[in-house]
């Protein structure tokens, strides 16, 4: 990665640049530029691509769009410039796995291939979605239940001692410590006390989301702070703060970014290039050795679940698979809610990405694209584990096939005529005493196990 | 040239996203003695369709950003005919994303989608204290307070801005209108906005809505 001082010194001493002139001009142009000059296509018919010389565009494209265009800083309004050599240098020295956790429940997370016979590593929880007081704790030790689940990924806390919390102010500071400590507990009523926690989500300014490093909180050596970088190829102090601060303290770094589809990046192919070189400029700026990275928002619904969205995530995971040592971390979001037919097609259709493009851990599955309250659960663990296992040994055609498919169930394929199935809340689908699943719950997975067997070449009973 | 194809170049130039061409095209239309409702009506088509293709993924936001900008610069050429003052149209509304949060997407597209509608937009970017929000207003003289927010920690600020509006006693001034990812219509209801949007395209029929009431 590049020395903290040195971002520093790029960071104020780079070519000035307005924010509307980077984000109307700079990069929309170089983007389409760049998707033409390496010919890169979206075909509807290919959500899943396999062409191995797409990929090698994509990297190509990626590493030339970060030297011509930079990073904006938006603190300075000045830009930080690459060099091609570091950027590809940084990628030869990623150590392709990490580490997290410990005691009984130490685990190493490591990179995989495309078309992998290795499963994916579960980090589970609601990721980042917002859980009342009343529920944080049986949600959260829901999760941890599971046994696929090898490290934890926090909620957002609604309220603390039932008040709001407020951004800058020592509630939000707070609210990010109790978050983890909380966490903590469900993992020891889980009988789990050394998984690994990546967080925080209840602060919002980089002071708040530090406070979740303490005692009793996150752990040096065990644990890691989510660190995200700005939409479109940004970052600001309070980023390479929390970079800076979790590098100092010996703290795991998850690289973090959500992309967006239909926004300044543009569409499928020049978002592919796009938030691949956010993943790869991460590496270098930030220091984490995975990225957490979303399925593209589509700026017009919110929703990351259409054909478009799929191909440009699967195309930078594979890309990444193909041409570096990271290990790809998507967060598996479903904008149905839970325990709904949709939420478990649209789960089904990420997993089989995620398996065949060779992402080293997946994250989630929560649902509602995480806005809804109290509305996930460690079922949602279970029916991802279960939908990669299904997807092992499938080739990148194969997996295409039986995505487009899925897709189509649940309306995927046709963006203006999508509708998003409410949830159901988790105290409507657990038991409150045992925290397991209502047979109902199981039996909907079940039946639509059997359903998805029937309709394609999945196989969830082997 | 018939005014008919005189006000077709004005939607062509401008679905075209060809800022030179748009401007050339109004001012043949007001040389010409077209009307200039018929000309603004126009220019209004040409956003309807380039909003439709962005809701289509024909146009993404760049896009959208620059017509909405070569719109305003063509409707004040028209509005210098007519001789009244912007904004006149469809309203004018300050919009920002709440103090505390730097998520500005969503509220850039909501800006660009008003502007489409003919509203005058006074954007005061992200991370906007609550008090810029009514000191905005009032020296616009704005008819809507559009807040957003992306986080459960920066939503309080929402009832702030609506209770300092109430405070300062321009609660028949100002409407006041939120939306953003967390945000939803029982809880625009709890702290008392006017009104609330799921997304861009309602936000703009909202706020048709609300500078009607």
């Known amino acids: ?462 | 040239m018939s005014e008919e194809a005189l006000l077709q170049n004005v939607y062509d130039s401008l679905t075209g996203l060809n800022e030179a061409k748009t401007i050339e095209a109004t001012k043949e239309c007001i040389d010409s003695g077209v009307e200039p409702e018929k000309v603004m009506k126009r220019l209004a088509d040409a956003m309807i369709k380039i909003g439709d293709e962005f809701n289509a993924r024909k146009l993404f936001l760049p896009h959208v950003v620059i017509a909405a900008g070569i719109m305003d610069k063509a409707n004040k050429l028209v509005l210098e005919v007519l001789d009244v003052a912007e904004g006149a149209g469809a309203g004018k509304i300050v919009i920002g994303t709440i103090e505390g949060d730097i998520h500005e997407l969503g509220k850039s597209i909501v800006a660009a989608m008003l502007k489409t509608a003919g509203f005058e937009v006074i954007d005061l970017g992200k991370d906007v204290q609550v008090k810029k929000y009514l000191e905005a207003a009032v020296a616009e003289d704005a008819d809507i307070i559009a807040c957003s927010s992306l986080m459960s920690s920066t939503m309080p600020y929402l009832k702030d801005v609506v209770d300092l509006r109430n405070d300062m006693g321009h609660q028949d001034r100002f409407k006041v209108m939120v939306g953003g990812g967390p945000v939803n219509q029982t809880y625009a209801n709890q702290v008392g906005a006017d009104a609330y949007a799921e997304d861009a395209m309602e936000a703009v029929k909202v706020a048709q809505k609300l500078v009607s009431a």
Request: negative net charge; contains cysteine.
């Open chain 1, 1 to 462: 990665m590049i020395d903290a001082w040195d971002v520093y010194l790029r960071s104020t001493e780079g070519k000035p640049v307005s924010e509307s002139e980077f984000d109307l001009q700079i990069l929309p142009m170089r983007l389409m530029e760049l998707a033409k000059e390496y010919d890169i296509t979206y075909d509807p018919e290919v959500v899943i691509p396999s062409d191995r010389g797409l990929f090698k565009s994509v990297f190509e494209a990626a590493i030339t769009l970060l030297v011509d265009v930079g990073f904006l800083n938006t603190s300075t309004g000045r830009i930080i410039a690459f060099d091609e050599y570091e950027l590809r240098k940084d990628l030869r020295l990623l150590p392709g796995e990490y580490r997290v956790g410990e005691g009984n429940d130490a685990y190493c997370v490591k990179r995989r291939d495309l078309e992998d016979k290795s499963l994916p590593t579960i980090v589970s929880g609601p990721t980042g979605a917002p859980l009342t007081e009343e529920y944080f704790i049986p949600i959260m030790q829901s999760y941890a239940m599971e046994p696929s689940v090898k490290e934890m990924h926090t909620a957002t806390l609604l309220t603390i001692n039932d008040h709001e919390i407020k951004s800058r102010t020592t509630a939000e500071m707070m609210a990010a410590r109790r978050e983890i400590t909380l966490t903590r507990e469900a993992t020891r009523r889980a009988g789990r006390p050394g998984l690994g926690i990546t967080g925080t989500m209840s602060g919002t300014t980089s002071e708040a989301q530090c406070f979740g490093y303490g005692p009793d909180a996150l752990r040096s050596g065990c644990d890691r702070l989510l660190v995200s970088m700005l939409n479109e190829l940004k970052v600001d102090w309070d980023v390479l703060k929390k970079a800076l601060f979790a590098q100092q303290n010996n703290l795991g770094i998850a690289n973090c970014m959500g992309p967006v589809l239909g926004g300044y990046m543009g569409g499928p192919e020049t978002t592919l290039i796009g938030h691949t070189a956010e993943c790869i400029a991460s590496f270098s700026l930030l220091g984490g050795p995975s990225i957490n990275h979303t399925l593209p928002n589509d700026a017009a619904t919110g929703h990351k679940i259409f054909s478009e969205n799929i191909f440009a995530m699967a195309g930078t995971i594979a890309t990444l698979a193909e041409h570096t040592k990271a290990v790809s971390t998507p967060y598996c979001s479903p904008a149905s809610g839970m325990a709904t037919e949709n939420f478990i097609y649209e789960i089904a259709a990420q997993a089989g990405m995620f398996a065949a493009c060779g992402s080293g851990s997946v994250l989630g599955a929560n649902g509602s694209n995480g806005a809804e309250i109290d509305a996930y659960s460690g079922m949602n663990a279970r029916i991802l584990d279960e939908s990669l296992k299904a997807f092992l040994g499938k080739s990148l055609e194969e997996t295409n096939e039986i995505v487009i498919e899925l897709i189509k169930h649940y309306g995927g394929d046709d963006v203006m005529n999508y509708t998003q199935q409410p949830p159901k809340r988790f105290h409507e689908v657990y038991n409150l005493k045992t925290l397991k699943p209502s047979n109902e719950f199981v039996d909907l997975w079940e039946n639509a196990k059997a359903n998805m067997e029937a309709t394609t070449s999945l196989d969830f009973f082997e």
